[in-house]
Nanobody, 116 residues
Framework: QVQLVESGGGLVQAGGSLRLSCASS????????MGWYRQAPGKQRELVAD???????NYADSVRGRFTISRDIAKKTVNLQMNSLKPEDTAVYSC??????????WGQGTQVTVSS
């Protein structure tokens, strides 16, 4: 049974930084991509950043240049360094892992609140 557990969320002032981490409790074979998504109140969930098995990275336009995604395959973690945070970054952030067998794993989410 694979579980993804996020940590690192919290309350920060605009311009501040947070680092989110997502750890897998089990082995995920044939993973295809690891990424972070967010959902703000009243809005649809959106991709923040993801990284494929080959290492290709994709960022949402709204976070490019401010956020950095990284992974440690051996430790089964994917991290999101968030700098220059803005109030509009406020959301529940969830990590997601997809496999080549089209299996989806999601974490429970962690709240990020940026005050102005």
């Amino acid at each position: 049974q694979v579980q993804l557990v996020e940590s690192g969320g919290g309350l920060v002032q605009a311009g501040g930084s947070l680092r989110l981490s997502c750890a897998s409790s089990g082995s995920i074979f044939n993973f295809n991509a690891m990424g972070w998504y967010r959902q703000a109140p009243g809005k649809q969930r959106e991709l923040v950043a993801d990284i494929t098995r080959s290492g290709r990275i994709n960022y949402a336009d709204s976070v490019r240049g401010r956020f950095t995604i990284s992974r440690d395959i051996a430790k089964k973690t994917v991290n999101l360094q968030m700098n220059s945070l803005k109030p509009e970054d406020t959301a529940v952030y969830s990590c997601r892992v997809t496999t080549t067998a089209a299996t989806d794993y999601w974490g429970q989410g962690t709240q990020v609140t940026v005050s102005s």
